[in-house]
């Protein structure tokens, strides 16, 4: 069964201190990793899709990276803003309804 | 904006009651996915059509059906609600690869 697990659940950083978010997964076969950010109450919104290992993406303070078996979303020098909850989803090439699964979140923090 | 459109955004019903949710898809996106999110819970897939024929089902309750109509847009019905189908209802969609779901901002059914 596929499976999606992201740690930590929650994570507080002060402006400026870079870390890191986890996506463990397991499927039959990735046909593509994906991270978004979800603010309160809103509709995820698409930040990265990753297809093999090795591969990595950036956009502004985010990098994605991934594994065979992990994907990591690095954060440098947060702000404020960057305050959200992270999803990361996969999808499995066994699927015919290449439905995404879901983790549960990091709720990132960033103190000013 | 994802190009997603969910009406309504608000949705307050009482117990027993049916209710229906839309979802219009991004233009040209053929493939349609419903998702549940209930406070502190994860994405639970619910449901997916592609080109209006049903393609997956996920943990979708039989007092829930959803269908896709000929112009691609998506409807959802709740029916005999429960104080527990209080929840965040999103629908996404994706392009011909199938991959890169957009979400729309959701729909907030409060069960009362």
């Known amino acids: 069964e596929d499976q999606v697990t992201q740690s930590p659940e929650a994570l507080r950083l002060q402006e400026g201190e870079s870390s890191s978010l986890n996506c463990s997964y397991t499927?039959?076969?990735?046909?593509?990793l994906f991270w978004y950010r979800q603010d309160p109450g809103k509709g995820p919104e698409f930040l990265f899709t990753l297809y093999s290992a090795g591969e990595e993406k950036e956009k502004e303070r985010l990098k994605a990276t991934l594994t065979k078996k992990e994907s990591f979303l690095h954060i440098t020098a947060p702000k404020p803003e960057d305050s959200a909850t992270y999803l990361c989803a996969v999808q499995d090439l066994t699927n015919t309804g290449n439905q995404f699964y879901f983790g549960t979140g990091t709720s990132l923090t960033v103190i000013p | 904006d994802s190009g997603v459109t969910q009406t309504p955004k608000h949705l307050i019903t009482a117990t027993g009651q049916r209710v229906t949710l839309r979802c219009s898809p991004r233009?040209?996106?053929?493939?349609v996915y419903w998702y549940q999110q209930s406070l502190d819970q994860g994405l639970q897939f619910l449901i997916q059509?592609?080109?209006?024929?049903?393609?997956a089902k996920g943990n979708i309750l039989e007092r829930f059906s959803a269908q896709q109509f000929p112009d691609l847009h998506s409807e959802l019905n709740l029916s005999s609600l429960e104080l527990g189908d209080s929840a965040l209802y999103f629908c996404?969609?994706?392009?011909?690869?199938?991959?890169?779901?957009?979400f729309g901002q959701g729909t907030r059914l409060t069960v009362v």
């Open positions: 233009s040209g996106d053929l493939s």
């Open positions: 499927v039959s076969g990735l046909r593509g």
């Open positions: 059509y592609y080109n209006g024929e049903e393609r």
């Open positions: 996404a969609s994706t392009g011909p690869q199938g991959t890169e779901a957009f």
